[in-house]
């Protein structure tokens, strides 16, 4: 990207740079993003969990209310879930219960460590890798 015909400052030709090459490793991210959150819903769908009032869209399709919570858990405002078809159960039926239980934790932990440990480390390293990527044009161009 040549942008030296404009005349902009130093910061901001640094940030113009760096922007368009973040944005440009970052869209295969986040579809990768995106289709972890969509088989995470597919999930707490199958399993009968939903997530507490708090994010406040209990008017939306009960699909589209858990796809705002599991996208709302996977960036951090985490919501444990909520199982009451599993609960209400545990009496009647105690071992196909708890199994659905331990499965509710075991998809919910694994999506927090997929997209709160694994995923922002690897947005974490595909920004670096743009801004050094960037900073090294912006040398070259200079010279």
Not at 51 to 66: C, K, S, T, V
Request: aromatic share 18%; net charge negative; glycine share 6%.
């Amino acid at each position: 990207m040549n942008i030296y015909h404009l005349r902009v400052s130093e910061p901001i030709r640094h940030f113009i740079f760096t922007c368009s090459a973040s944005i440009g490793d970052f869209i295969p991210f986040f579809y990768f993003l995106a289709s972890i959150i969509l088989m995470y819903n597919f999930i707490y769908e199958v399993l009968e969990i939903e997530f507490p009032g708090g994010h406040g869209y209990q008017d939306i399709d009960h699909f589209l209310r858990n796809l705002v919570g599991t996208y709302c858990n996977s960036m951090g405002d985490i919501y444990p879930p909520t199982y009451k078809k599993w609960s209400d159960k545990v009496e009647t039926e105690p071992y196909h219960a708890w199994t659905m239980i331990t499965l509710v934790w075991i998809a919910w932990f694994s999506n927090q460590f997929m997209c709160l440990v694994i995923l922002l480390n690897i947005i974490n390293g595909i920004f670096g890798c743009s801004y050094e990527a960037a900073m090294g044009k912006m040398n070259v161009q200079r010279r």
